[in-house]
T-cell receptor, first 115, second 114 residues
């Protein structure tokens, strides 16, 4: 079964550093998403991406965050200057045109720890 | 606004017990409803879904029925196994939304003891 692949699985970074979280969505999917889950809290929507542009972003997704699809396969989330409160599990998801309304395939997540 | 509320956990059951995890939602219109499961150390996996009122989603012995009148989508399983121990998330999504983002509940941890 096709998978969404995320790397790295765990990243530790110092406060103020830039991090890039990487995702390889399912190859024929068109819609891409980032969610995050702070430890013990609910999964929160960050941003959705379609046709090479952001289609929606949440209040969390401020100027410190950016997304990019640099080639035909990768989808990245960049945090420009990390804060302690950015420590969370970050999930990438993708969906196809007909799946969008009905569910998504999630990656296994990247656990980001900011120290 | 749109939101999802789940019963608080953790829920601790013995093997073969009956499981119910309550989920209610607040939404305008007619969202699609989902249950996702997160096993320890893994990502989110779609467990089941329902896209309209009175639909019943089912998978791996789990069931949930989309109840519009009570705005609920409770998850049930007749006989749980130790391997069902995980965190369960109820979520909603608007099928006609331009982004199709998911709104999640807070998650309910299920622990099944042998």
């Amino acid at each position: 079964e096709p998978e969404v692949t995320q790397t790295p699985s765990h990243q530790v970074t110092q406060m103020g550093q830039e991090v890039i979280l990487r995702c390889v969505p399912i190859s024929n999917h068109l819609y891409f998403y980032w969610y995050r889950q702070i430890l013990g809290q609910k999964v929160e929507f960050l941003v959705s991406f379609y046709n090479n542009e952001i289609s929606e972003k949440s209040e969390i997704f401020d100027d410190q965050f950016s997304v990019e699809r640099p080639d035909g396969s990768n989808f990245t989330l960049k945090i420009r200057s990390t804060k302690l409160e950015d420590s969370a599990m970050y999930f990438c998801a993708s969906s196809g045109a007909t799946q969008r309304a009905y569910g998504y395939t999630f990656g296994s997540g990247t656990r980001l720890t900011v120290v | 606004g749109n939101s999802v509320t789940q019963m608080e956990g953790p829920v601790t059951l013995s093997e073969e017990a009956f499981l119910t995890i309550n989920c209610t939602y607040t939404a305008t219109g007619y969202p699609s409803l989902f249950w996702y499961v997160q096993y320890p150390g893994e990502g989110l996996q779609l467990l089941l879904k329902a896209t309209k009122a009175d639909d019943k989603g089912s998978n791996k012995g789990f069931e949930a029925t989309y109840r519009k009148e009570t705005t609920s989508f409770h998850l049930e399983k007749g006989s749980v196994q130790v391997s069902d121990s995980a965190v369960y998330f109820c979520a909603l999504n608007y099928g006609s939304s331009n982004t199709g983002k998911l709104i999640f509940g807070q998650g309910t941890t299920l622990q099944v003891k042998p």
